[in-house]
């Protein structure tokens, strides 16, 4: 069974850092767009950022200059390094990946920025 598998959530002080990683179990074929949503309480879920194959990037304007998003295409992985956090990051954070059938969801991690 093929799933996506995230880690790295966890709890972090306003200006902290985290770095979250998520990698496929079991073989995905022709995977394109990988990405990063979030979903705070009360709230829709919402894109993050993602990334093509090709290494092009898009961000969440709410994010920018600060989360990097990077893959590596042999593992299938996709990395979401999240700088300066602040207490509006707080969200269970999921990642995606598009093929031309399916598009993949991960469980989710918590990422909760509070002091």
């Known amino acids: 069974q093929v799933q996506l598998v995230e880690s790295g959530g966890g709890l972090v002080q306003p200006g902290g850092s985290l770095k979250l990683s998520c990698a496929t179990s079991?073989?995905?074929?022709?995977?394109?767009?990988m990405g990063w949503y979030r979903q705070a309480p009360g709230k829709q879920r919402e894109l993050v950022a993602r990334?093509?194959?090709?290494?092009?990037?898009d961000y969440a304007d709410s994010v920018k200059g600060r989360f990097t998003i990077s893959r590596d295409n042999d593992k299938n992985t996709v990395y979401l390094q999240m700088n300066s956090l602040k207490a509006e990051d707080t969200a269970v954070y999921y990642c995606?990946?598009?093929?031309?059938?399916?598009?993949?969801w991960g469980q989710g991690t918590q990422v909760t920025v509070s002091s």
């Open positions: 079991g073989r995905i074929f022709g995977i394109s767009t």
């Open positions: 995606n990946a598009e093929t031309p059938a399916l598009l993949y």
């Open positions: 990334i093509t194959r090709a290494g092009r990037t």
